[in-house]
């Protein structure tokens, strides 16, 4: 039955506004809407000055992503009923991009950090001969399949905490493409292609916060967390960790703990009648760090 | 506003136009793209099935080449169709080496049942409609996405100029030369002039003329009305495929892939009325013959509830089968129509899919006006005649975009910057901010909606001379009424408004033409269906179409079709 619902949307004029404002609109609701088609009712029959980008409304294209309720993804695969809060819907634009204007974010940084990772096989030039380069097995394409699917709507770089304190860090989606590219068998950047993200992004993969959010948000089901786990691993089993993290990763051998337990603290868990600690926590941890390869 | 100077100005960034800008690119050209989405988002990025090439040595060329033109019901030029199956294996092959990582042999199926025997290491391939040989590669369920991301990636390592999010708004021609386009910087509103010694058309098809349909909801056919206008012809644009299996309401495609596992088609009174139609194949009948099957049902009254659908049902399969095989069509249920398979049938019904028609081109790419190429889904070469093979279009977009692209080059060598109209930027601007301070009666949605249904419902699936006659006058009517359109004015930044005002011009002028290319052909052939005269009539209508525009009016002509090795027969499968 149709119904209706109201829908929250942040409007943004460039040319006449100072601030991004939100307008409330009414919008009729048959079983089966998605927040898209929501968008384009009020557009042609409410608003018709209200901008936001689409294209496939199949759910692959990736132009459609914005917050709903507050959470990053395409909006042409939600449905609206799956989204009503408290009667309403609220529709932002991407965070921690600029608004060019409504719901249309500017993404050029967003482009930026995906060609700064080389994404693109350095297998020479590409030639026409009558055989695939690709002399592998099935089973070596499995990491390439498990990342190739992103479709760079930026949903996970609107969601992330590290982009939120430093719009300069490299971002989920960038790693993701890197990922696909090194376990590319045909390719030879290999670690190259790392170095340099290090290199041109500072701190780089390690400004990520491990908040998770990255892969909660991804439509696609992008095991971002797990790139960018299996990136830091390398970087420190190569030695290329930032030095405060070696300290860490240091005291955690020698001790069991991140860093030294001080008088100060020892006294202030007494004063607050915490239970006293074991100095040396290492024997305990011994096997975990061995196995996640930190300690030798 | 300002000027822009490149050598080659290639018009969209999908499979093609991307195509055409690196081989332009690498032959020393300076190019740029101007398109109206980002690169990544085209419509080609929409493409699952796959990329037809004779690969597998017991394939042959003879093959494909065969059941392209009987796919094209005879009506796809032969010397045409030899050069895209010639280079089909390496454009394969070429797209292997830039990145894309094909489906390959074994590749998900446990080792132990393995069937690949020798072939490690090849590209696999699977069965598609049409077609005698499973010779059809892909990457998973997500080929265009794929292809289309390791075309852009390329296309950054090329270094190419892409002008992102720029609306082309008109051609520049003088003295029967292009000189280069006008676009709209989206972004900042500003009117620009693209100066060019070519320009290189590749800007999709024509899809959203009709209100079912597959296509991304930029698929206006501007490429096609801008060429139109100035005078170049358009080639048999009354041939557009349907596809049978639409999500109902909006058309979005339900692959063929459920009919593969054994999906069952069923209209309101609960009947698998396949049998009433293609008894022997059922569900598996070509496209044509199960979307001419379903708008029967439909016409006459037998949808699901009354309502302009039939059923899709899957649940006979299993909840088991359907998780493990079909999990992306489940998906496509809950998330776009709130139904899930496993308990509920789709409600599907067919839609628009794919444009044959458009600028004719020489197999280089070359149209009829001097400088101006075209390649992808908005040119005609026509490789696909009446009716395209699943997989040849994709593959279109590769072989010709690449010709194309070599050949653009090649032309700028010696050629001097053409002459563009005096004031021609300040002309178009005026266009466009007169648009913009529109203040009539009429809506641009409503009109969109009115043109969108007429041509569905009277030039659509099934075709007959009256109904045709009305939707042709409508379409005339309703770009009458354009002129009174209201636009909300107000700033030129990102104005979406206003592109939708612009692509609704390209809808109503290629609508134009459809219609009355569509009642001119007076037989059915491929996806011509003609219910006044249902049979093919190699006598009169071995030919293709042109229509061109001369002041307010169309004229149509005719051109011969090249046949080279296969004489026509009658089209059965
Ligand atoms: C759902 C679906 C599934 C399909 N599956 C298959 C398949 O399995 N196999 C197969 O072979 N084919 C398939 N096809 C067909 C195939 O995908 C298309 O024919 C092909 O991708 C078209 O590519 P193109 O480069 O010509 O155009 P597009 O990819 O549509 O690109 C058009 C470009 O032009 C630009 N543009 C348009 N107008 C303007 C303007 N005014 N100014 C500036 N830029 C403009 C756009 O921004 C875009 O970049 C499928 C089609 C659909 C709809
Ligand atoms: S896990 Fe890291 S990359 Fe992902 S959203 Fe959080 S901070 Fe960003
Ligand atoms: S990783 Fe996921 S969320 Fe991020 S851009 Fe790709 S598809 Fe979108
Ligand atoms: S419109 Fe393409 S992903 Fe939503």
Redesign the pocket.
């Known amino acids: 039955m149709a119904s209706e619902v109201t829908f929250r949307v942040q409007r943004f004029d460039p040319k006449t506004d100072r601030e991004p404002r939100f307008k409330e609109y009414r919008v009729r609701n048959e079983p089966g809407m998605t927040v898209l088609d929501g968008l384009l009712q009020i557009k042609a029959e409410t608003d018709p000055t209200l901008s936001f980008r689409r294209s496939c409304r199949s759910g692959i294209c990736g132009s459609c992503a914005v917050r709903i309720n507050g959470s990053s993804r395409p909006c042409c695969n939600a449905q609206i009923n799956d989204n009503i809060v408290g009667g309403r819907l609220l529709v932002e634009p991407l965070a921690n991009f600029d608004i060019i204007k409504d719901l249309v974010v500017n993404l050029d940084a967003f482009w930026g950090k995906i060609r700064q990772v080389h994404p693109w096989n350095e297998s020479g030039e590409f030639r026409h001969t009558g055989k695939a380069l690709m002399e592998v097995t099935a089973d070596d394409l499995s990491e390439i399949r498990k990342t190739e699917g992103c479709i760079f709507c930026a949903s996970c770089h609107s969601d992330c905490e590290a982009l939120r304190s430093n719009r300069d860090f490299v971002g989920p989606a960038a790693i993701v493409r890197a990922y696909r590219f090194m376990h590319d068998p045909r390719d030879r950047l290999g670690n190259k292609r790392l170095d340099e993200l290090k290199a041109r992004t500072g701190i780089g993969v390690w400004l990520c916060a491990i908040c998770g959010n990255c892969g909660e948000s991804c439509p696609k089901l992008i095991p971002t967390n797990e790139c960018i786990a299996s990136f830091k691993n390398s970087w420190f089993s190569e030695n290329k960790a930032p030095d405060g993290l070696k300290t860490t990763a240091e005291n955690l051998e020698k001790m069991g703990r991140v860093y030294e337990l001080d008088e100060f603290a020892l006294r202030m868990r007494e004063k607050l009648g915490l239970p006293p600690l074991t100095p040396n926590n290492a024997p305990k941890l011994e096997p975990i760090l061995k196995k996640k390869g930190v300690a030798k | 506003m300002t000027v822009f100077t490149h050598d080659v100005v290639i018009?969209?960034?999908?499979?093609?136009?991307m195509r055409a800008a690196i081989e332009a690119s690498r032959q020393g050209a300076d190019v740029a793209i101007?398109?109206?989405?980002h690169?990544v988002r085209?419509?080609?990025v929409?493409?699952?099935?796959?990329?037809n090439a004779v690969i597998n040595p017991e394939d042959t060329i003879k093959d494909h080449e065969f059941d392209t033109v009987k796919g094209s019901d005879y009506l796809g030029d032969q010397d045409r169709i030899e050069v895209l199956i010639a280079e089909a294996p390496m454009n394969i092959y070429e797209l292997e080496h830039m990145g894309a990582a094909f489906s390959m042999v074994g590749e998900g199926e446990a080792l132990a049942q393995r069937h690949f025997e020798g072939r490690l290491g090849t590209i696999d391939q699977r069965p598609f409609g049409g077609q005698n040989f499973p010779r059809t590669c892909f990457i998973q369920d997500r080929?265009?996405q794929a292809l289309l991301h390791t075309m852009y990636e390329n296309l950054l390592r090329q270094g190419v100029m892409v002008y992102e999010e720029?609306?082309?708004t008109r051609l520049v021609v003088k003295d029967g030369v292009v000189g280069g386009v006008v676009?709209l910087d989206q972004r900042t509103g500003e009117l620009h002039l693209f100066r060019a010694k070519a320009v290189l058309l590749?800007?999709?098809?024509y899809?959203r003329v009709f209100s079912v349909t597959?296509?991304a909801m930029?698929?206006?056919g501007?490429?096609m009305a801008m060429a139109f206008r100035e005078g170049v012809p358009l080639e048999d644009m009354e041939f557009v495929q349907f596809h049978p299996t639409g999500l109902y309401p909006t058309g979005i495609?339900v692959t063929e892939g459920a009919r593969g596992e054994g999906a069952y088609i069923v209209n309101g009174k609960g009947e698998r009325f396949m049998s009433r139609y293609a008894a022997g194949k059922m569900e598996l009948a070509p496209r044509d013959v199960v979307a001419r099957a379903i708008q029967t049902e439909i016409e006459e009254g037998r949808g699901v509830k009354g309502r302009p659908y039939v059923d899709l049902d899957l649940r006979h399969l299993g909840c088991a089968k359907i998780q493990e095989r079909l999990p992306q069509i489940r998906e496509l249920g809950i998330n776009f129509a709130a139904v899930d398979c496993l308990t509920q049938p789709l409600p599907i019904r067919p839609t628009a899919?794919?444009s044959m028609g458009g600028v004719p081109t020489d197999v280089n790419g070359a149209s009829t006006l001097k400088g101006l190429f075209a390649?992808?889904?908005?040119s005609c070469i026509s490789v696909h005649g009446a009716n395209r093979l699943?997989?040849?279009?994709?593959?279109e977009?590769v072989v010709f975009g690449r010709r194309a692209g070599m050949a653009a080059a090649a032309f700028v060598k010696g050629t001097a910057l053409p002459e563009v109209p005096a004031g021609v930027l300040e002309t178009e601007k005026k266009r466009i901010g007169a648009l913009l301070d529109a203040r009539g009666p009429e809506s641009v949605p409503r009109i969109r909606e009115e043109l969108q249904t007429v041509m569905f419902d009277k030039v659509g699936i099934y075709r007959t001379e009256g109904p045709m006659k009305e939707a042709l006058a409508k379409a005339r009517e309703l770009k009458k009424r354009y002129k009174d359109i209201h636009l909300s004015g107000g700033s030129l930044v990102f104005n979406t408004e206003l592109i939708e005002a612009l692509e609704l011009q390209s809808l109503l002028e290629v609508a134009e033409v459809i219609a009355l290319c569509a009642i001119n052909r007076t037989e059915s052939r491929g996806s011509h269906f003609r219910r006044d005269f249902p049979k093919r009539d190699d006598q009169n209508w071995l030919k293709h179409t042109l229509a061109r525009r001369k002041g307010d009016d169309i004229v149509l002509d005719y051109k011969p079709v090249a046949i080279t090795k296969y004489p026509p027969q009658e089209r059965k499968y």
């Open positions: 018009v969209g960034a999908g499979l093609a136009g101007v398109s109206k989405l690169p085209s419509h080609s929409a493409a699952q099935g796959g990329i080929t265009g720029y609306y082309t676009a590749a800007t999709g098809g899809g597959s296509n930029d698929v206006t501007d490429g495609l899919h794919y390649a992808g889904e908005c699943g997989g040849n279009s994709l593959l977009t």
